[in-house]
């Protein structure tokens, strides 16, 4: 007679520190220059060891958010410290910073600076196979325009997401086409909320749709402005002022 071995339980989970940090951070409720929970109130919250709580606190500091203060606790940094294009944070930044209106201004700033210029060089190099990749994405934008149900206005971002992806590869700079995945959560955050605040979705697809053209059509001074275009609605639906000293928002290309 055969005896199976019994399968034991799958082993709980201990809850997750540095998630209800990063939620708390990204959120807003603990700025920069703030203290986070010291750790012995972190093990009873939690109830867990003090070793736990500190490898958690570790995967903070590790990625610049968070400074331990010999004799004082552990201290939010300023923005300016923060790896923001380290996968764990970029990943916390796509959950949790929505309500968080510096960040969006930041990542917004930084799209305005770049984006244009990628579209640019798309303009001026996509094949045929990225024409096809920008163009199905846009297709998907158009199906969920209007769209009434949660479901559908997450298609209708996801989509959006994709379509300026393909434009960062369309520019074959391996830089860029890197950069596209990296930046995949944070460009995320800001479709999915300006799209929720539009009030003018015709107008967005309209710039996106132009967009398309100004590359396909190899005119990169109008994949320029038409990339500008989509950006500053996107400040527009999200009420920031993104800032004057940004490239992208007040040059034109030669």
Known sequence: MTVTPSKRPPKPARPSVVEYLAEAIFSGRYQPGDFVPKEIDLCEQFAINRSAVRSDLRQLV?????????????????????????PS??????????????????????????????????????KARDLVAIEEALEGMNRYLHAASTEERRLYSDHDVAFHVAIFKASHNIVWA??????RPSI????????ASTADPDASFEHHRRVMEAIRARRPREAFLAARDVLQGTAEALGIEPGDGTLGSWLEPA
Do not use: C
Request: aromatic share 8%; charged share 25%; hydrophobic share 40%.
């Open 89 to 126: 944070v970029t990943e916390w930044m796509t959950r949790y910073a929505s309500p968080n209106p510096r960040i969006q201004r930041e990542i917004l700033a930084f799209r305005l600076d770049v984006e244009p210029y990628v579209a640019m060089t798309a303009a001026k190099r996509a």
């Open 178 to 183: 890197q950069l596209s995945h990296i930046l």
């Open 62 to 86: 590790d990625v610049g958010i968070i400074a331990r203060i010999s004799g004082h606790g552990s201290k939010v940094r300023d923005y300016e410290e923060w790896n923001i294009l380290d």
């Open 188 to 195: 995320h955050l800001l479709v999915e909320t300006s799209n």
